[in-house]
């Protein structure tokens, strides 16, 4: 599987949109870009995955760019419960994958 | 839907003893379950991957006679921390990967919530 690099940390004020970088310069063309957040001491926990369309659901947007290289997860309005570790992982979809997790950014949202 | 379970959440025990944790998926049955463990600040790192009915797969520098699994059932995986000592103690995370009938076009493999593991 592709390896990916995010940045260590980030702050986002409240309210704001957070935009999380994430760098597969390696992802071959059947793998997937998936995105999980970990709150303190919880499981992870799932936020959304593509492959080279944009997407969306009710917890953020995924924008990966032409080449596929690269992608931003975007948290239109953070709030302090946003607070926690984001990880991007690149795998093959639905095909027995393991998900390997990387660094992760750990995402501070501050009033 | 596709909810996972483990226990106990929290769990304290000397040196020298064995400590079971359970990981259920509550609503759907899982033909594969992962195993990962987590230190302080730092990611979470996949030790093995449970096949129902067969033996568990280890990855590299995992000791497979120190962390037993056992996958009996297609909703229930165990890992079986023998002989713990301190440097054992850690967050210990299951997930479970859903099958077809159960996958939505969102996600395929569903977390529990976590054992912490201290050994004292």
């Known amino acids: 599987d592709a390896k990916t690099t995010q940045p260590t940390s980030m702050d986002c004020a409240e309210g704001r949109a957070a935009n999380l970088p994430c760098n597969h310069s390696?992802?071959?063309?059947?793998?997937?870009v998936y995105w999980y957040r970990q709150i303190h001491s919880q499981g992870p926990q799932y936020i959304i995955h593509?492959?080279?369309n944009n997407e969306t659901n009710e917890m953020a947007s995924l924008i990966i760019t032409e080449d596929r290289k690269s992608s931003t997860l975007i948290l239109p309005h953070a709030t302090l419960r946003d607070t926690a570790v984001y990880y991007c992982?690149?795998?093959?979809?639905?095909?027995?994958?393991?998900?390997?997790f990387g660094q992760g950014t750990e995402l501070s949202v501050k009033p | 839907g596709a909810v996972v379970s483990q226990h106990p959440s929290r769990v304290i025990c000397k040196s020298g003893t064995s400590v079971k944790i359970e990981c259920r998926s509550l609503?759907?049955?899982?033909?594969?379950m992962f195993w990962y463990r987590q230190f302080p600040k730092k990611s979470l790192m996949l030790m093995a991957t449970?096949?129902?009915?067969?033996?568990?797969?280890?990855e590299q520098g995992v000791e497979k006679d120190k962390f037993l699994i056992n996958h009996a059932s297609l909703t229930l995986s165990t890992l079986t921390v023998t002989s713990a000592h301190p440097e054992d103690s850690s967050f210990y995370i299951c997930?479970?990967?859903?099958?077809?009938?159960?996958?939505?076009?969102?996600?395929?493999?569903?977390f529990g919530p976590g054992t912490r593991l201290t050994v004292l």
């Open positions: 449970s096949n129902e009915g067969s033996k568990a797969t280890y």
């Open positions: 593509g492959l080279k």
């Open positions: 992982i690149v795998k093959w979809y639905n095909q027995g994958g393991k998900l390997i």
């Open positions: 609503d759907f049955q899982a033909t594969t």
């Open positions: 997930s479970a990967r859903a099958p077809s009938a159960v996958v939505s076009s969102y996600n395929e493999q569903f």
């Open positions: 390696t992802i071959s063309g059947n793998e997937y």
